[in-house]
């Protein structure tokens, strides 16, 4: 009778996943203000006005019409690189291969811009930037792909496998860098991507081109494949419980490639699209300054997203919000803006506190049953 | 090469598989534990700063064996953190490590910036420096040393199958009494401060300087050294040697004019993460972690 009672309960309030979802929210609010604390308190113990920084970072970035343009075309990255790791995390993998990945997606445009500059007149046009996407995110998919054969044929264990790809991928687009594809004219980046085969800008004199369509749409498109396909179903079957998924008839080595390959493709559209959409440079820049660690802040989006596409795309504007906003706080406040990276950092740690509300609510039922027992 | 380059060769090989050899030892210990750390990256970024700092502050004869201790002291905090996240409140051990390495990543270069002005990287001063015995560091000693004692202790001794006993099975070591969590934590704990102290080693005595990029993926090259080594403490120092001979002769490769000429210097530096990708998915056959490594270990 009690276990009806409680049933009776349940169904009154409000249902599960919004329950689910909202605690989910919570956790990531909570780790958000954890990670901003502990950034003002380390901004304070090194004379800086934290109160000033965080004003001209939120201020500026979320607040202010060209600064949110700058806040979008910092998010269309990381919401892409996020979608790796969290098409990863939903296969049961830590991917963190976004970032050499990511490389390898700008290094198949910058090869195509050389392409369009000194051999194919033609692909200074609207088909360069196709042509680019695609050898940018072929590239990416054989990145990804090594990681998932080793995975699957070798039982290499993707957190290492990932990581020495990372460095791999730098170094050999350091080498394209320097040796191949270089700007004769300017040595600190590579030949740009020529003025037609160019993303257009959504706003113009602003960053802000169309790389966060891409971006959100690729995002769209993942959130359908998961939820809504097959494909999608047996990769987060296999990622809940690869034994039973197993068990079911699901190929888990498939999941986990398929896993990898649309990760893949998303770091290399992020790749790409940072250096045919990203003013004044549409290059790679030295020591790949404007491309490193994208796909490491990937992973904060997908963890404060909660893995989920559709919490990846504000979390990623979140993330991409504190990145911009970086720049302002260095100018108005002094700050150097690697701070931001502190503040991330320590979100994340707060994230992996496992279920801290749940515990919350788990004790406060407790509490209520307790309750209306010594009341009964 | 004569005998003078094969020493200066020998020497070098040893400084590079130091901080490697130590943070391998550190994670094989943890793992042999049940409990993952893959935040040893930011660890020896974080024990390479602090380790500075503390030496740097102290000014004295004894600043660099208390550099030292600072950085085996602040991975042992890190460490703590871990086992809290990780041993009792249950949590995923991966995230936890993915935040320290980010935060690492923000909090090096932003001290630099901040506490010794500079961009980029700070020359360690001569005071500070840890003094050499024949050429050869005392924590390379200490690291060499360590890893058969490591060995003895986990296969040789009850405390040593106390730890692996909770890596494999941990519900059968609760049944026969033994702390699970203490004996995690513990393991985690002194395996995070040797990565800590692998990191004060390289600012402080091999590289004498601190770089935002002074781990440079090592911390993830000796998670890798964990796997090709099967947990075994023994096979980590023939592997950290290994990695550490690697790592030297793609530097002295670059500087031979020869070399130069036909192969760029961008790519010679892709040879250490290539040979230990193919050692951990090539070389070595099957391994077998502990059973229970990276699970939460929940109380029926």
Do not use: C
């Not at chain 1, 609010?29 to 004003?55: H, N, P, R």
């Not at chain 1, 939120?58 to 607040?63: E, R, W």
């Not at chain 1, 264990?157 to 320097?178: C, D, G, K, Q």
């Not at chain 1, 300017?186 to 030949?191: A, G, L, V």
């Amino acid at each position: 009778m009690a276990q009806a009672e409680r049933l009776e309960v349940s169904r009154t309030r409000l249902p599960e996943w919004l329950v689910e979802g909202l605690l989910r929210l919570g956790e990531s609010v909570i780790a958000l203000l954890v990670g901003l604390l502990v950034g003002a308190i380390i901004m304070y113990l090194s004379g800086y006005d934290a109160v000033e920084a965080y004003k001209s970072l939120f201020g500026m970035s979320l607040f202010d019409s060209y600064g949110l343009t700058g806040t979008l075309s910092f998010t269309a990255p990381i919401m892409l690189t996020g979608i790796t790791f969290a098409v990863g995390v939903r296969a049961g993998l830590f991917n963190i291969g976004a970032e050499g990945q990511l490389y390898m997606g700008a290094l198949g445009a910058v090869l195509v811009a050389w392409l369009a500059t000194y051999k194919i007149r033609l692909l200074d046009s609207v088909l360069g930037t196709l042509f680019a996407y695609t050898i940018g995110v072929v590239l990416a998919l054989v990145w990804a792909y090594i990681a998932g054969i080793l995975k699957v044929k070798r039982g290499v264990h993707e957190v290492v496998s990932t990581i020495m790809l990372n460095w791999i991928a730098f170094w050999i687009v350091e080498y394209f860098r320097v040796y191949v594809v270089y700007n004769p004219e300017d040595p600190s980046k590579t030949i740009s991507v020529p003025t037609h085969a160019r993303l257009p800008l959504l706003v113009p004199d602003t960053e802000l081109s169309a790389t966060i369509i891409v971006s959100i749409l690729f995002s769209l498109f993942v959130y359908y494949l998961l939820w809504y396909t097959v494909t999608g179903y047996e990769l987060r079957a296999a990622g809940l419980n690869p034994l039973a998924a197993r068990y079911a008839g699901i190929k888990t080595e498939k999941a986990i490639m398929i896993s990898f390959l649309v990760g893949g493709i998303a770091s290399g559209l992020a790749g790409a699209g940072e250096v045919l959409g990203r003013p004044p440079h549409y290059a790679i820049t030295t020591g790949l300054s404007n491309l490193y660690g994208l796909g490491f802040d990937g992973i904060t989006v997908a963890l404060i997203g909660a893995n989920h596409p559709i919490g990846i795309i504000f979390a990623a504007i979140l993330v991409g919000a504190l990145k911009s906003g970086a720049r302002y706080m260095q100018i108005y406040a002094g700050v150097p803006l690697e701070m931001v990276r502190v503040v991330e950092g320590v979100i994340i740690v707060a994230l992996a506190v496992p279920g801290t509300l749940r515990m919350l609510r788990e004790y406060l039922r407790r509490r209520r049953e307790l309750a209306e027992l010594q009341k009964g | 090469m004569d005998a003078h380059t094969a020493w200066l060769f020998t020497l070098s090989t040893l400084d590079a598989m130091t901080p490697i050899l130590l943070t391998a030892l550190g994670e094989i210990l943890a793992e042999r534990a049940g409990i993952v750390n893959i935040g040893l990256e930011g660890i020896i970024m974080l024990g390479a700063m602090v380790g500075v700092m503390a030496a740097e502050a102290v000014h004295n004869p004894l600043s660099p064996l208390i550099g030292l201790l600072a950085g085996l002291g602040i991975g042992a905090a890190i460490g703590l953190l871990h086992a809290a996240l990780t041993a009792y409140l249950k949590g995923d051990h991966i995230i936890p490590g993915v935040g320290i390495n980010t935060l690492a990543l923000g909090l090096v270069p932003f001290m630099l910036i901040v506490y010794w002005h500079s961009a980029g990287q700070h020359q360690v001063y001569n005071y500070a420096r840890v003094p050499r015995i024949g050429g050869i560091s005392p924590v390379t000693i200490f690291a060499l040393i360590l890893a058969p004692i490591m060995w003895y202790i986990l296969f040789r001794t009850s405390i040593g199958l106390t730890i692996r006993s909770v890596g494999e099975n941990p519900e059968a070591a609760d049944t026969v009494g033994i702390h699970v969590e203490r004996v995690q934590a513990i393991a985690t704990i002194i395996g995070a401060s040797l990565a800590g102290l692998a990191g004060a080693f390289m600012s402080l005595d091999w590289l004498s300087t601190l770089t935002k990029e002074i781990a440079a993926g090592r911390g993830f090259i000796a998670l890798a050294l964990v796997v090709f080594s099967d947990w075994n403490p023994l096979r980590a120092l023939g592997g950290a040697a290994l990695f550490g001979f690697f790592d030297v002769l793609r530097e002295w490769v670059k500087i031979m004019p020869s070399v130069k000429a036909v192969v760029p210097d961008t790519l010679l530096n892709t040879i250490p993460y290539i040979v230990t990708l193919a050692a951990v998915a090539g070389v070595l056959g099957r391994v077998r972690p502990p059973r229970h490594v990276g699970q939460p270990y929940k109380r029926e």
